[in-house]
């Protein structure tokens, strides 16, 4: 299936912004949804931000809502978080993902079949 490797990742103060990027090895367009996960050392997965590829309809955890904005580039095959108004709880293993799912469901992993390695994302205060 499809290859994810992210990107982006680094360490930034709060207040500062980060883009994660997603690049895919096919076809984006494939899949009904593409997400954003982050898990943090102690704490369970927990999905950040989806994007339903047909109409582009997403969805948001409430943690992060007004903050961070789910995107793709079809042409590059490639998925996008932009991340504002960083905060010290946003530190974790950010990851990406694609599946078949229903975008009500968007930010439950089991939705999805593919994943990337992860890039970490680390907010100091």
């Known amino acids: 299936q499809v290859q994810l490797v992210e990107s982006g990742g680094g360490s930034v103060q709060a207040g500062g912004s980060l883009r994660l990027s997603c690049t895919a090895s096919?076809?984006?367009?494939?899949?009904?949804?593409l997400g954003w996960f982050r898990q943090a050392p102690g704490k369970e997965r927990e999905g950040v931000a989806a994007i339903f590829s047909a109409s582009n309809s997403t969805r948001y955890a409430d943690s992060v809502k007004g903050r961070f904005t789910i995107s793709k580039d079809n042409a590059k095959n490639t998925l996008y978080l932009q991340m504002n108004v960083l905060k010290p709880e946003d530190t974790a293993m950010y990851y990406c993902?694609?599946?078949?799912?229903?975008?009500?469901?968007?930010?439950?992993?089991?939705?999805?079949?593919?994943w990337g390695q992860g890039t970490q994302v680390t907010v100091s205060s």
């Open positions: 096919d076809d984006i367009t494939r899949y009904f949804l």
């Open positions: 993902a694609a599946g078949y799912g229903s975008i009500m469901y968007g930010l439950s992993g089991s939705q999805y079949v593919n």
